[in-house]
């Protein structure tokens, strides 16, 4: 069994990872952590764990790590994240953490995005990042996994075989995404409170969202140059789902069938667990992935303005975070990737 630890488990990510991973066939979880909550029962703050064993949320300490855990998830915010990944690393756990901290090849470009100093740049050159589809091989090595945000998630599994195979230009993406309020983490404050967020719809982080930077330093890396592109969230009064939709020129000259983007699609994920490429014209909705791993892509030519419009949806506490993080965790530890998580949505 793979001995798990959860360092910051009351937050969403964190619950939804104690969720999975309490059902997961070759995990024991023998330690969840809060520095808030230290002392309580997780049943205080989330009633549904009184139908199992009562687990009991306690502070970190790096010997009970060292002595108990094989794997640490860290779900905090991503200064804490900075300096408590190299003391889990130095107990010979291996780290899958969850903020923002170690997903850059580049620190210069984290620090400009998340006006944050990394103390430890070195260790971005160790960590993977944890794209399933895209670092099988580096994953299952790693020691360090730097999780993928939820934006992100969703927008660079819609776009990178299209850059890998030069079938949109990579100057022409724009990225309008929408997510549940459950995105914004487990929050008081009151733009994401039940009477502000229901019934309304608004875009945020307009031109300055920290998620840009992380997509377009991955779609870079399938393009094989730089990637510049306007990315613009908004938040959805629904609890969980993440819908993209995004536009791209066609290469001029060109004439692209939808056979073409068809088969880019499907050769570059053959094989893959939780991706499903629907047929030209047909396009996703958010109850076709939320409760599940799945990230479902559609996609339609327009004819009319020589563009692509993909449609990429994931649930952004799955697939978006926990899912994707315990998917990780099984290529890490040999398991197949798939052990452990829901492959069916929830649909109503």
Known sequence: MIRVGIIGATGYAGEELVRLLSSHPEVKITHIMSKSFCGKKISELYGSYLALDEMLLEDI??????????VVFTCLPHEPSIEIVPKLLA????VIDLSGSFRYKDAAVFEAWYG????????????????????EEEIAGADLIGNPGC????????????????????????????????????SEKLPFSFCESHESFKAYG???????????EQLSFAAGSPVALSFTPHLLPVKRGI????????????????????????KFYMGSDFIQILPHGSLPELKFVVGSNNCFIGYKIDERLH?????????????????????????????????????????L
Do not use: W
């Open 116 to 135: 944050i100093h990394h103390t430890h740049p070195e260790l971005l050159k160790k960590a993977v990042y944890g794209l399933c589809e895209l670092y």
């Open 307 to 347: 563009k692509l419009v993909i449609v990429s949806c994931i649930d952004n506490l799955i697939k978006g975070a926990a899912g994707q993080a315990v998917q990780n965790m099984n290529l890490m530890f040999g398991l197949d990737g798939s052990t452990g998580l829901p492959q069916l949505a929830m649909y």
């Open 151 to 186: 934006y992100t998630t969703a927008s660079i599994l819609a776009l990178y075989p299209l850059l890998a195979c030069n079938l949109i230009q990579k100057d022409s993406i724009i990225i309008d995404a929408k997510s549940g309020v459950t995105g914004a983490g487990r």
């Open 61 to 70: 300490d790096y010997e009970i790590i060292q002595q108990d855990c094989d």
């Open 206 to 216: 307009v031109t300055t969202h920290r998620h840009t930077s992380e997509i377009e």
């Open 243 to 266: 819908l993209a939709t995004i536009y791209a020129d066609l290469p001029k000259g060109l004439e692209i069938s939808p056979i073409e983007i068809q088969g880019a699609y499907e």
């Open 91 to 94: 107990c010979g756990v291996k």
